[in-house]
């Protein structure tokens, strides 16, 4: 531990992880202070998809610099990144609609993206059903990841070629701006003291500043995914995004005719009451990861929202998943839930305390297509670079 850093971090989460890449890269010396042996919130319990493309204007600028990034880093250092692509499948004509409203302004976003005939959809996505299939958008910069490898993989390459100091199993309980520095006080007593800090520790930070926490608009979103067993002799190239999805994600509000198509819907049907759209990746292993649904709870209430897994929930996306794409099993050898916190009325919760301390959190789904970028932007700011 070195007497003074210029930056501390607390969290070694994904938001985390890349404001100390940014401060390393501008020469800075940084600790991350992490209370577990290793990250076990939203960075590694989710789907494993850098999607851009489904991001509003704002975000998907940072995405966008998100995909360099990674890239960047995955040519000098495996961090489990592959430029596989993402395609949103239709399965009517209103998401057909859909999909060419977003390719035009794509065009006009400068940010490549490929309409598909249904004919090319089932000839590049084995097993995807005719029935289902009206044709697809398909993005070729964007990338999949690994979520329980890859921050693992980016703190190795952090340690061994920027010069990160990692502190891991390290509980901060009090964080203050002490004179001219702050200081991260742990359960174990020891000091770390820098010349700012970032709290990237997702809803944790209601241990350290629980008044800031409890008046917050942070709400948490709990999401249901499952992984089937390997699929023998199958390939399935990239992020599979189908017609739910292009009913959900915020990229698709563009749309001239989004308002009047989101209008004819249910709103008291099973995907809506439990925010259900369903997703295909297929992991390394070769098993097909399936997701996901979204409930939601305040912040303050997270409790509410149970540690227990809806059955019915599951079930849904199976049954909803087999009338898309035939796989050659939909046996499951995993089941999980990840929670994160997003805002309610901004796109990310910040708050600074004093003038050097910066509590960043409430990234929401946004955090791995994310946070490489805008963590690029918040360094340069905080540090008025």
Not at 35 to 60: I, L, Y
Not at 70 to 81: L, P
Not at 204 to 220: A, G, H, Q, R, T
């Amino acid at each position: 531990m070195k007497e003074k850093y210029d930056l501390l971090i607390v969290g070694s989460g994904v938001l985390g992880t890349f404001h100390a890449y940014h401060a390393l890269q501008k020469g800075l010396s940084v600790a991350i202070l992490e209370k577990n042996s290793k990250p076990e919130g939203a960075t590694v319990r989710n789907f494993g998809q850098v999607v851009p493309s489904g991001m509003d204007r704002k975000w998907q600028n940072f995405g966008k610099e998100s995909l360099n990034i990674y890239k960047d880093i995955q040519s000098q250092f495996d961090i489990s990144i592959r430029q596989n692509g993402t395609v949103y499948l239709a399965s009517n004509e209103e998401e057909m609609q859909l999909i060419e409203e977003l390719h035009q302004i794509n065009i006009s976003n400068d940010y490549e993206s490929n309409l598909l005939t249904k004919e090319q959809c089932l000839a590049k996505y084995a097993g995807l059903r005719s029935d289902y299939c009206t044709g697809g958008l398909f993005f070729p910069q964007e990338v999949t990841v690994e979520p329980s490898t890859m921050i693992h993989k980016l703190h190795q390459y952090m340690t061994a070629n920027l010069g990160v100091d990692l502190f891991m199993n390290t509980t901060v309980l009090n964080t203050e701006n002490r004179n001219e520095e702050v200081v991260a006080t742990t359960s174990a007593g020891l000091e770390y003291k820098a010349s700012k800090m970032i709290i990237c520790n997702g809803s944790d930070f209601k241990i350290l500043y629980p008044e800031i926490y409890n008046n917050s608009d942070l709400v948490v979103s709990k999401l249901q995914m499952l992984q089937t067993k390997p699929q023998n002799n199958y390939k399935l190239d990239g992020s599979i995004l189908t017609g739910l999805t292009i009913r959900r994600y915020e990229s698709f509000e563009e749309c001239k005719s989004y308002a009047a198509i989101k209008a004819k819907e249910n709103p008291d049907s099973f995907e809506k009451k439990y925010g259900v759209h369903i997703l295909f990746k297929q992991a390394l292993d070769g098993s097909v990861i399936l997701g996901d649904s979204h409930e939601y709870a305040p912040a303050k209430d997270i409790d509410s929202l149970g540690f227990d897994l809806n059955m019915d929930i599951d079930n849904f996306m199976i049954e909803e998943a087999k009338k898309i794409i035939d796989l050659p099993t939909y046996e499951i050898q995993n089941r999980w839930f990840g929670m994160y916190s997003q805002c309610k009325n901004k796109d990310i919760f910040e708050h600074t305390i004093g003038e050097n301390i910066h509590i960043i959190t409430g990234i929401g789904g946004k955090g791995m297509t994310g946070s490489a970028g805008f963590a690029k932007h918040n360094i340069d700011k905080i540090f008025n670079a």
